[in-house]
């Protein structure tokens, strides 16, 4: 079993920053890859941007140049550094561990952009 607990989502006007933090813990060694996902009202849920446990990183293309992933191993927490925010980044943030056997998710984090 992992557990996946997201923060640092929030109110924050268009153009600004925010990270999200995703902790994992339980059997984390059975993980391949953490991704971030958001899903915004009325739509579906779209992967955003995808760690491996090697390293290797990829993006949608709706966030590639304005958002990072990054990783800290010692803690058992990826992160995503979101820059240059719009109003269409409103939506919902999971985290997504995905082992061999199943995915786990996250409870999800707020995130709102305004004016």
């Known amino acids: 079993q992992v557990q996946l607990v997201e923060s640092g989502g929030g109110l924050v006007q268009a153009g600004g920053s925010l990270r999200l933090s995703c902790a994992a813990s339980?059997?984390?060694?059975?993980?391949?890859?953490i991704a971030w996902y958001r899903q915004a009202p009325g739509k579906q849920r779209e992967m955003l941007a995808a760690?491996?446990?090697?390293?290797?990183?990829n993006y949608a293309d709706s966030v590639k140049g304005r958002f990072t992933i990054s990783r800290d191993i010692g803690k058992n927490t990826v992160y995503l550094q979101m820059n240059s925010l719009k109003l269409e980044d409103t939506a919902v943030y999971y985290c997504?561990?995905?082992?061999?056997?199943?995915?786990?998710w996250g409870q999800g984090t707020q995130v709102t952009v305004s004016s």
């Open positions: 339980g059997s984390t060694f059975t993980i391949n890859g």
């Open positions: 997504n561990a995905h082992t061999i056997s199943i995915d786990y």
């Open positions: 760690i491996s446990n090697l390293g290797g990183t």
